[in-house]
């Protein structure tokens, strides 16, 4: 039983389009996370929900807009996609904002 | 704040040697420390974190960290690596206040030599 799972696994799209990747996590954590990691490995938040309330808005462009519907579930949409947002994105949940993070095994976007 | 420093990017050894990553923290507080490993193609998987009591923390696959209060320090360390153990490794820190949210290092690069 996955504990976080996010979907595609994968995704290859072209400059300008509208993505979704879909994060859901079966812990009964209350807190969510996105976070890029870039080709350097470097992993950057990008935001943070806590029982569907965001709590965490990192300096990211307004392209990039988070969804909680509910507590088990955050996803990700992506407008006007550039170049620059090709990267590795990871959903993660915890208990509380302190404790161990759970991540998914992560979303390959590709932009070309 | 926090902050969280990895000393070095990448850290080559050879297999079954002694390996020690190194991390540095900076707070002004009382601290969480944790230590993640990173697999190829794969996401984070906590190794062991320091919540509180003793010092000397053990974790999966034979490694373990030593919580250094006067250092600022949580190096981690394994006494004989494996292949295996070829991955990314990140060191993060966080306060003791339920909002408050992990920092991660940039990460070490582990790579053995066979």
């Known amino acids: 039983d996955t504990a976080v799972s996010q979907t595609p696994k994968y995704l290859v799209t072209q400059m300008g389009n509208d993505k979704s990747i879909k994060c859901e996590q079966n812990?009964?954590?209350?807190?969510m996370y996105w976070y890029k990691q870039d080709s350097k490995k470097f992993l950057k938040i990008m935001f943070s929900y806590n029982n569907k309330e965001l709590i965490i808005n990192e300096t990211v462009p307004n392209r990039f807009s988070p969804k909680s519907p509910d507590k088990a579930h955050l996803n990700l949409h992506i407008n006007s996609l550039e170049l620059g947002d090709s990267a590795v994105y990871f959903c993660?949940?915890?208990?509380?904002?302190?404790?161990?993070?759970?991540f998914g095994p992560g979303t390959r976007l590709t932009v070309t | 704040a926090q902050s969280v420093t990895q000393l070095d990017s990448q850290v080559p050894v050879f297999e079954e040697a002694p390996v020690e990553l190194r991390c540095n923290y900076s707070s002004s507080v009382s601290v969480y420390l944790f230590w993640y490993v990173q697999y190829p193609n794969q996401g984070l998987q906590l190794l062991l974190k320091y919540l509180s009591g003793s010092t000397l923390v053990k974790g999966i696959n034979g490694f373990e960290a030593e919580f250094n209060k006067s250092q600022t320090s949580f190096h981690l360390r394994k006494p004989s690596v494996h292949i295996s153990d070829t991955a990314e490794y990140f060191c993060a820190v966080s306060g003791l206040n339920r909002d408050d949210k992990i920092i991660f290092g940039k990460g070490t690069r582990l790579h053995i030599l066979p």
């Open positions: 812990l009964g954590h209350d807190t």
């Open positions: 993660a949940s915890s208990l509380r904002g302190s404790d161990e993070q759970y």
